[in-house]
């Protein structure tokens, strides 16, 4: 098996407080594939992509980028393997730079001539869909769309192998989320870029995934390929999320599972499985045990002690999918 | 920059002020070439009254009381750009290092900051010239230490304000040090109000400039400022009113004119009142 | 429509001075809200649906400089009606809620006291201990666990979902003829959102009235709208009940707008969908449809030919001339 381009061990991130904002995770990131993590508010999905880019530092475990541990690079060389966009794309521009400063920015920081690179650069702006005029403004002076086409040329200007996009869509109108998204794909295509997709948005992740990890409060629930995981859904979480998502085709809405309560505070996590307070399948084991992630089918992961599983003996008497409507 | 600049023209008082302070600095800088020797003594014309040769009269020294109040707005001015210059550079430093550095640095610094707040400027102004002696060059040092936590704080709070902005922590991403996110990025963000604190702090400048001359802590005689002046003045008050009278207006102008102008850079500057980008 | 409609709004244009100028936010909006209906507005952002929602409440913001048209609520002419029979209309008959609950809620008050304030607007004539009852019964009624406890706590205490439920409470007390709800779940996770949305199918079981949807989601509003308008740059340019609607789109721009949602069975090489160009600027003059330009069906006349809002099918209107 080939060593992963990323992996993440037994990943641990505690603010004070203490907020376990990352819990134990534990994933691989293979080299050219599209990972996306979904998740809702509180569930770390966002503390992890920063830990990966070392904006955090890791509470206890790693994560390993090409089999050795991120902190043990030289700063400069790690910087040019893994790149981050950040969600709001507008306010991760410095307000005082042009935009020409923002994307020379990069080649400075690591001592590469512009005079040698800027044509590099001119090329990438040609293939984000940047016009020229906009090297001459200022952040607030550019659109939206465009401010997150400046923070993805940004990103890529040190040729990185892996890019991570927190919420690349949020915010952004149907009409036009469709173009980032193929802007997106076609990158990944000329650059051989790794993804790692951060998003809350299930139809924007369906779409552009090879592989889905579901977060919840801190903790990796279920991880599996993204047809596998969309269409058989293992975790009560993971099915109630992938159902909550609106469906415009009439004949085609699931049957609805709306959870029970609030999501808890990540500061009082429940005991136990996290989840267990919003199940309707609760049993007695869940409220002390903490479930293991554990292997469903080829690839497909869960962290679940009664998981929906198809034809296995412990899954038998688990609950079918949508009994809870 | 042309913006700032149309904003305060735009504004009645702001255009009053600048004109004012423009005029005030003008007359400062070319002090010796407007105004005779503000040292010639011309003892037998003292305590005279404003005339075509003296506009402003003469002191008890029989010295051109216009040449003096000129060069007396030339110390003025050189006290407040230096006070200014040290304040503003030593505060940066000190509230970036408390805000962006740990909470090691933070607190000796927050504590510095508190110490020399806690003072009345004038009594604390007082206590130091005890111990460094008098003369300008000491007033300089003296002023600049009891306005500099207002420029650290303020400068602190800022960067406070931005420390977790995703700009920084996305030019922590692509690998900036440290250093060059301070100098490039955080400074010139908080740029802004630190230079309206400062065209606040002018004219408070100039007061206590004036006020620790007058007391014979400043600027020493035969050295025109309008702290000695005013003193002089009082001194010989029943023989002529002429000198308290334009030296005080002077300072009085002066105080006006930049605190118009400092209000005015303030309502240009701060974004919360400013209308549009 | 065999009844006229508790909502009839007819070439509503609303202007904001700006300081770029003179900007054209709504250019004409005509829609009806029938009454028991919920009535779904989806647009993008820019397309006015806001700006509609306070100019149906008369809380347009002053430098809303001229306004025409006419909107009709029942009897009530509300372009011509005083600011106090407004106001009087907003406590009783009209609700609305916000997108951020927070920005509706006053801080230093109680959930309690936001509530018994809504009973004692309406002057209903009860006393305290029986506007208490009142309030504690819509609380659990919304949905929400611990009304006691609840009713004493400050809205920063509580959860988003939590006071969107309460800020859906209030509005429920007033016992509206027409509640609007201006992206609701917008700001709240999808779980959360799933709860909320079952809350408002739920209410219509508790009120007679119509509800008036605001939304930029299509799987949202297909879900829980009966009748469905879409808007765009300033413009209602399709009108419809919902089956109708997403069956049958008949406007260009709902038909690319539906295009542009990511399909259940979206084959994954297949390019995502988008519609090209930029939303009309707000300050632009249109002499034609609004939609011209991004328009891959537009013919010279829709440059300078305005299409009116007309019947294609029944209760299906449209504003195109090629529909």
Redesign the interface.
Known sequence: MPLPLVAIRNLSVVFPGPLRAVDDVSLDIAAGETLGVVGESGSGKSTLAKTIVDLHRPTSGQVMFEGQSSQAFDRLWFRRQAQLVFQDAASSLSPRLTVRQLLEEPLRIHGLAIGEHWAGVRGLLGAIGLPAQVLDKYPHQVSGGQARRIAIARALVLKPRLLIADEPTAGLDVSIQGDLLNLLRGLQQSFGLTYLIVSHNLNVIRRVTDRVAVMYLGKLVEIGSTKSLFSRPAHPYAAALIAAGPVIDPLRRRPRIVLRGEIPSPLRPPPGCRFHTRCHFVRDRCRVEVPPMARIAEGHETACHFPFVASSEEGSDAAPLGAGV | MSTIFSHIWRSSTGRFGLILAVAIIGSAAFAPWLAGDPNRIDVFNRFAGPSWQHWMGTDHLGRDLFSRILHGARIAMEVAAAVTAIALSLGTVLGVAAGYGPRQVERPILILFDILYSFPNLIFALALVAILGPGLDNVVIIVAMTVMPHFGRIARAQVLRLKHAPFLEAERVLGASTARIVFRHVIPNIAGPLIVVAGMEVPAVITIEAGLSFLGLGARPPLASWGTLLHDGYTYLSQSGWPVFFAGMMLTTATLAFTLFGEALRDAIDPRLRMDP | MSEFPLLSIRGLGVDFTT?RGRAHVLRGVDLDIARGRIVGLVG??GSGKSTLALAILGLLPPNAGSVQGSIRFDDVDLLNSSAESLRSLRGHRIAMIFQDPMTALNPVFTVGTHLRDVLNAKGSGEDAMEHNKRALEMLAKVGI?DPEQRLKAYPHEL?G??RQRVMIAMALLTTPDLLIADEPTTAL???????I??LIREMRTHVRGSILFIS?????V??LCDDVAVMYAGAVVEQAPS?EL?ANPRHPYTR???D?????D?D?GQ?????PGEVLDPLAVAPGCTFAARCSLAEPRCHDQAPQFRSVAPKHGVACFRA
């Open positions: 300081s993008e952002s666990p959860s979902g939590m996770d999808v779980t959360i959102e799933a709860q949305v079952s930029h989601s299509l799987g949202l297909s879900e089956v997403f690319a707008l539906i542009c949602e990511i399909g259940l979206d994954d390019k995502l969908r988008s519609i």
